[in-house]
């Protein structure tokens, strides 16, 4: 699938089907997450996978935000100390950009191989933490359900980017 062609037809997923994910797609998302950009190449992340029926429950148990019953579950999760391979530390506010790198690069792969995904921010961070047994320094912020969808395709949307944009300098939108 081209990039464009991805960008243009990804979309959140609703119902998932039950069928497992394979591990090797799994794999192939992580890959896709490790190559977004990072400030410094600090790299502060860590990713969580989780398949196993009775922990995908207890993980929903903890999610109001997530509809459905996804096949897999990975949990995007900062570091707040310095990563042990690069030895960086960032400010928040760039790890967090690199996550977000780190979650649309998961997406795009995802939808390029078939698979649907829906980014779930409602759940309960605290719980999730003791759950997964996570030591402090690890935060999860952003858990991404994963699953065959049975969404239909939807059109794709008509954004008028002069609404968001400025040229040069700041005047009218
Ligand atoms: C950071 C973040 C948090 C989100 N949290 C939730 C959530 O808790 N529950 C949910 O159903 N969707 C959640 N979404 C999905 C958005 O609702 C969805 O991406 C948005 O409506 C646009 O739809 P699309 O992904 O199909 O383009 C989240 C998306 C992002 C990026």
Same mark, same amino acid.
Not at 85 to 98: A, C, K, R, S, V
Not at 113 to 122: A, V
Not at 157 to 165: A, G, L
């Given at each position: 699938m081209e990039v464009l062609e991805a960008i243009q037809t990804r979309q959140s997923t609703r119902l998932f089907?039950?069928? $497992?994910?394979?591990? #090797?797609? @799994?794999?192939?998302?992580?890959?896709a997450a490790v190559r977004a950009p990072t400030?410094?190449?600090?790299?502060?992340w860590v990713f969580g996978i989780?398949?196993? $029926?009775?922990?995908? #429950?207890? @993980?929903?148990s903890l999610s109001?935000?997530?509809?459905g019953h996804p096949a897999a579950m990975i949990i995007f999760c900062i570091r707040t100390d310095p990563n042990p391979?690069?030895?960086?530390?960032?400010?928040?506010?760039?790890?967090?950009?690199?996550i977000g790198s780190a979650l649309q690069n998961c997406l795009l792969m995802a939808h390029s191989?078939?698979?649907?995904?829906?980014?779930?921010?409602?759940y309960h961070k605290k719980g999730v933490?003791?759950?997964l047994n996570l030591p402090e320094n690890i935060l999860p912020v952003l858990i991404m359900a994963v699953g065959e969808s049975m969404d239909k395709p939807r059109k794709p949307?008509?954004?008028?980017?002069?609404?968001?944009?400025f040229w040069e300098e700041w005047g009218e939108l």
């Open positions: 089907q039950q069928n $497992p994910i394979a591990v #090797e797609a @799994l794999k192939q998302l992580i890959e400030a410094s190449n600090a790299q502060n989780v398949t196993d $029926p009775l922990k995908l #429950e207890s @993980l929903r109001p935000g997530l509809i391979e690069t030895g960086e530390l960032q400010i928040p506010e760039y790890t967090w950009m690199g191989l078939g698979i649907g995904t829906r980014p779930i921010g409602s933490a003791i759950y949307r008509n954004i008028n980017i002069e609404k968001v944009c």
